[in-house]
């Protein structure tokens, strides 16, 4: 089976500009939740979804949503970008969170920089 | 709200020696897991601990749960340089979200 892949890689934004960050997940998962990583934070979690509702948000501020789609690919969107959003955001699918089995599998992110 | 700790920040071991790091939840948990991060890579799962006691071993890697499931472990016998990472602890309350530690990073020296 692929992985999960993450699109786009790398991103380049100005502040006040928005951006639109896509994952697909491993087939046949229908768990994705998306992560925010930075050195000074450590991983923190956004928003996790299952069969199109989302069912946990982290403690991140309303410029920061996303959604999921019937093929469980995801997006999430960040509008008026601020300096401090630069960061990895990683991506994780799992098979279904009410299974004890709920491994997470890690797309390689988009690094997005905020200048 | 729920937080998770590990300790320590950083771990620098000559090969061959081992190295152990420790993860605190401050609520019990339902579960929880372990993931390697290799510098310029994303976090890999490790393994997932659910019952309280429980002792698991991969090969050079032995990871244990605590008996009020609020507290775990990783312990590795022998570093390798293969080995080097940052090793992640995630905790999570049944129907909640998981909670990342901030991670051990180890660095072995050949």
């Known amino acids: 089976k692929a992985g999960v892949t993450q699109t786009p890689r790398y991103l380049i934004k100005t502040r006040g500009q928005q951006v639109t960050l896509s994952c697909s997940p491993i087939?046949?998962?229908?768990?994705v939740s998306w992560y925010q990583q930075t050195p000074g934070q450590g991983l923190q979690f956004l928003f996790e979804?299952?069969?199109?509702?989302?069912?946990n948000k982290g403690n991140f501020p309303g410029r920061f949503s996303g959604r999921q789609f019937s093929n469980s690919r995801s997006e999430m969107n960040v509008s008026t970008l601020e300096l401090g959003d630069s960061a990895l955001y990683l991506c994780?699918?799992?098979?279904?969170?009410?299974?004890?089995?709920?491994?997470?599998?890690f797309g390689p992110g988009t690094r997005l920089t905020v200048l | 709200g729920q937080q998770v700790m590990q300790i320590p920040q950083y771990q620098h071991v000559q090969e061959g020696e081992d190295f152990t790091t420790y993860c605190n939840s401050s609520?019990?948990?339902?579960?929880i897991q372990w993931y390697k991060q290799r510098p310029g890579g994303h976090p890999v799962f490790l393994i997932q601990?659910?019952?309280?006691?429980e002792v698991k071993k991969q090969k050079r890697l032995t990871f244990q749960f605590g008996e009020a499931k609020k507290n775990s472990s990783l312990h590795i016998t022998a570093t390798q340089t293969t080995d080097v990472g940052t090793y992640f602890c995630?905790?999570?309350?049944?129907?909640?979200?998981?909670?990342f530690g901030p991670g051990t990073r180890l660095s072995v020296l050949p």
């Open positions: 994780a699918s799992s098979p279904d969170p009410s299974d004890r089995t709920d491994t997470q599998y």
């Open positions: 087939s046949g998962h229908r768990s």
């Open positions: 979804y299952f069969s199109e509702t989302q069912r």
């Open positions: 609520t019990t948990l339902s579960n």
């Open positions: 601990l659910v019952k309280s006691g």
């Open positions: 995630a905790g999570r309350v049944y129907g909640q979200n998981f909670v």
